[in-house]
């Protein structure tokens, strides 16, 4: 087995940032993306060195340059190209998620040991975070001395409460990985799983509402599509509800979050939806937007400026409508929106056919291994409409996000080929 990276120094060096990746996550938003941003450029460079255009040829790459030229075309016929294409996360340089998907792709491939690397370093980080978290919880004050500004743990993150979010983003990409690499035994599925239950416990403990129901999500997807670890998962998830339900009545902040919670989704429109009415404010200001203009949507990015410059938005103004659906009919119209819409039903196609191979037909022919099972399932929990979100343009997320989607797209060209 291969110990050290291979090949020139420049290779050497941009696949350790990319080992480096999952740590610079833990950090804020602006180490993650300029590593991505290098590997991507990266790729732009050994394109045109080593004549590297067979990767751009399948459908994902079209796709993914059409959804660009279309934003950027909105974006400068818009009413402020400024704001909509640079003033804030810049979608401008969106297309630099593509040649990032492609450098990880080039990456793994020239580097077999790479993934390995890569995949410890996932590991640390989140056993890391998520002590750091409950050592927080425990004493108030995390392994660096950082105390919370509210009742939800932040842990390293300091005064930003998104401990859930990266916990959520990134441990099925860890268990998928692990998967791939180690195989599955009994005692390897043990391991596996007790990792996740020390993250979603972690999850809940940070009251982050979203995270936590993408962690559920993904809990139930295992139970009814995997092949391996259906009883094993739903055995681990009793267990890690009954640590919660005690954490409830032992933690009077858990138990106040989870009492405003259902507080929260018992009072929107439709009952029980996983969203606050807050958020139903947004959905109406971005759907007020889409009605204006429903074919081309205002331009992206744009929902933030135009709901500070229009007095009756005033009232329900935030930075995005916190629904990458709703945020892309209101910024890009129903054009905008059919480019994510038709990707989500996709992987959901995808998913019913392994469903109705697994329980009805018993086929392999549309059986998915199971470490690739977890990567399409994460990417449906991330599409999931019914469920709130972050901008679609938030770089720290979308690092997190096209490090999911650059991992799925090298297992599918790897089983493809």
Excluded at 216 to 232: A, C, E, N, P
Excluded at 329 to 334: A, Q, T, W
């Amino acid at each position: 087995m291969k110990i050290f990276l291979e090949g020139t120094w420049h290779l050497k060096f941009v696949s350790y940032l990319l080992i480096f990746l999952p740590i610079t996550m833990a950090t804020g938003p602006f180490l993650p993306d300029l590593f991505l941003s290098i590997i991507g450029c990266y790729f732009i460079f050994v394109t045109f060195k080593y004549g590297l255009f067979n990767y751009y040829k399948n459908l994902f790459v079209y796709i993914f340059f059409l959804f660009y030229f279309y934003l950027l075309i909105r974006g400068l016929l818009s009413d402020y190209p400024y704001e909509s294409l640079i003033k804030y996360n810049g979608p401008i340089f969106y297309f630099r998620y593509l040649f990032f998907i492609l450098g990880l792709q080039y990456l793994l491939k020239e580097n077999q040991i790479l993934l390995k690397y890569f995949t410890y370093s996932l590991l640390i980080v989140i056993i890391f975070v998520s002590s750091d978290g409950y050592f927080q919880w425990v004493t108030g004050y995390n392994f660096f001395g950082f105390q919370s500004p509210s009742i939800r743990v932040t842990g390293v993150f300091n005064s930003e409460e998104i401990l859930g979010h990266f916990l959520a983003h990134i441990s099925p990409l860890l268990i998928a990985l692990l998967t791939f690499l180690y195989g599955i035994n009994k005692k390897q599925i043990f391991f596996y799983l007790l990792i996740l239950m020390f993250v979603e416990i972690m999850i809940f403990i940070s009251n982050d509402r979203a995270a936590f129901l993408k962690i559920f999500q993904f809990t139930f997807l295992l139970v009814i599509l995997s092949s391996h670890f259906k009883l094993f998962r739903l055995i681990s998830f009793i267990i890690s509800t009954v640590i919660i339900i005690f954490l409830i009545n032992l933690a009077p902040d858990s138990a106040e979050r989870f009492q405003h919670t259902v507080s929260d989704v018992s009072g929107t429109t439709i009952p029980y939806m996983p969203w606050a009415p807050s958020h139903e404010t947004h959905f109406a200001i971005a759907f007020d937007m889409f009605f204006q203009n429903p074919i081309f949507g205002q331009g992206p990015q744009l929902f933030k400026t135009l709901c500070l410059i229009t007095p009756e938005y005033l009232s329900g103004c935030t930075s995005h409508p916190h629904n990458y659906y709703v945020q892309t009919l209101g910024e890009m119209g129903i054009i905008g929106f059919l480019f994510i819409f038709i990707f989500f039903i996709y992987i959901f196609v995808r998913l019913f056919k392994h469903f109705i191979a697994l329980w009805l037909t018993k086929s392999k022919k549309n059986i998915l291994p199971d470490y690739y099972l977890f990567l399409v399932s994460f990417v449906f929990i991330l599409l999931w409409p019914l469920i709130p979100h972050q901008s679609f343009y938030n770089n720290w997320l979308n690092v997190m996000i096209f490090t999911t989607l650059g991992f799925y797209h090298f297992f599918t060209q790897k089983i493809k080929s």
